[in-house]
C-alpha cells in the first residue's frame, strides 16, 4: 500500500480504539519492551504522544527507563524540519505545542549523537522494517544525526503491513517494532 492510504487507514483504527484499549495496549507494549537486549544502554530518546491522535501512551515506558536510572531524552519541534533534545528531570517542565504535542520549555540539551536507543513514533511499519509518521519528516532528519548503532525501536498498536510500497531512499527502516502482541526485530543477529 501506498503511504497516503495507510495513514487514512491507520488513523481511522487508532481512532476507533476506546480509552481502555489505548490503556492496556501501551501496558502491553511497554512490558514487552523490557524484553529487549538494550538493558546495558544508558541514553534513550522516547517521545510524548499526541493524545488527540490516540498515539501510544509512553509513560509506562518512561516509568521504567526512569526505575532503571537511565537517562531519558525528550524531544521539541524547534523549526519546521528540526527538533531539539532535552534530558528529562523533576524539574522539567511541558507545554502542548501547536501541533498537539507534550515539549520541554527548557532544560539540559542533549546531541543526538549521545543516543543509544530511540522509541519512534509511526502511523503503519512494514515486515521489512520500513515505517512512516505523518510525513513531516522529523525523525527521519534527527535519525540521520544520530550515530549508525543507534537502536531504533517503532511502537504501533498494530501488526505489520506486508509492504509499504512508496518507500523514499532518505526513509531509515527500525530495528524493532513493538506491538501488544508482538515484537518485531529486523535487526540482522
Not at 490516540?54 to 524547534?78: F, H, Q, R, W, Y
Not at 498494530?158 to 527502516?173: G, R
Not at 513493538?178 to 526485530?185: A, N, Q, R, V
Request: glycine content about 4%; proline content about 6%; aromatic content about 10%.
Amino acid at each position: 500500500m501506498l503511504k497516503r492510504d495507510l495513514r487514512l487507514k491507520y488513523s481511522k483504527l487508532r481512532s476507533s480504539l476506546t480509552p481502555s484499549q489505548l490503556s492496556l495496549q501501551s501496558i502491553a507494549i511497554a512490558n514487552s519492551v523490557l524484553q529487549l537486549p538494550i538493558w546495558k544502554k544508558e541514553y534513550f530518546h522516547i517521545f510524548l504522544p499526541i493524545q488527540q491522535k490516540a498515539e501510544i501512551d509512553t509513560e509506562g515506558i518512561i516509568s521504567i527507563l526512569l526505575g532503571l536510572d537511565k537517562n531519558v531524552i525528550v524531544p521539541k519541534i524547534i523549526s519546521s524540519s528540526q527538533l531539539e533534545h532535552y534530558l528529562l528531570t523533576d524539574n522539567t517542565k511541558f507545554i502542548i505545542n501547536k501541533l498537539n504535542i507534550p515539549e520541554p520549555v527548557d532544560g539540559i540539551t542533549i546531541e543526538p549523537k549521545k543516543l543509544d536507543v530511540v522509541f519512534i513514533p509511526l502511523v503503519a511499519f512494514d515486515e521489512k522494517g520500513n515505517r512512516i509518521g505523518y510525513g513531516k519528516g522529523y525523525y527521519d532528519r534527527f535519525l540521520n544525526d544520530c550515530r549508525e548503532d543507534v537502536i531504533k525501536i517503532g511502537l504501533s498498536f498494530f501488526e505489520a503491513e506486508p509492504l509499504i510500497d512508496d518507500i523514499d531512499i532518505t526513509d531509515i527502516p527500525l530495528d524493532y517494532c513493538i506491538t501488544p502482541k508482538k515484537t518485531y526485530s529486523f535487526t540482522e543477529s
